[in-house]
């Protein structure tokens, strides 16, 4: 590894965020790709996007290959000050699943009556109106 160790606030980081100086933080740790930014083959715009925050995340989702990720290391300059990195908020999924439950039940109960009913009306309906229109035949 190049770095010697350093370590580094998000803040100090961020300052580098140009072409000609350009540091990124991927897992807690500060690379300086300036030189690689030329040969990124995804250009050097995708890495310019992700300085002055932590990169872990847009660096996985792409799915470097172990190859790439073993590069990290000869740019390699030294470490992030977790303190100073933003938490990243995780997603809590609702805890009352019990009035939902009961939502989906109770529509579901008039689904099903409906679905009872509704054939049972028309049946209904059909019989009455052949009730009173039909004519009676003349008797002989």
């Known amino acids: 590894m190049g770095g010697d160790g350093k370590v580094f606030t998000l803040s100090e980081v961020s300052q580098h965020s140009s072409a ?7 897992d807690g740790k500060v690379y300086d790709v300036t030189k690689f930014l030329d040969d ?5 715009e995708v890495i310019l996007t992700s300085t002055g925050k932590d990169a872990t995340d847009d660096f996985e989702d792409v ?3 172990s190859t790439a990720k073993a590069m990290l290391d000869e740019y ?6 977790t303190a100073t990195v ?3 908020a ?7 699943t019990k009035a939902v439950a009961t939502q989906d039940k109770s529509s579901d109960f008039v689904i099903k009556l409906l679905q009872f009913l509704v054939p049972l009306l028309i049946l209904g309906l059909a019989f009455g109106i052949r009730y009173y229109t039909k004519t009676k035949a ?3």
């Not at 000609?20 to 991927?26: N, Q, R, Y």
């Not at 995780?90 to 009352?96: A, G, M, N, R």
Request: charge should be negative; hydrophobic fraction near 25%; include cysteine.
């Open 20 to 26: 000609k100086d350009c540091w990124i933080v991927i």
């Open 90 to 96: 995780k997603f809590v999924p609702p805890t009352s």
């Open 86 to 88: 933003p938490v990243k």
């Open 40 to 44: 990124h083959p995804g250009g050097d």
């Open 63 to 65: 799915g470097h290959s």
């Open 76 to 81: 390699y300059v030294g470490d992030i000050d």
């Open 138 to 140: 003349p008797s002989s």
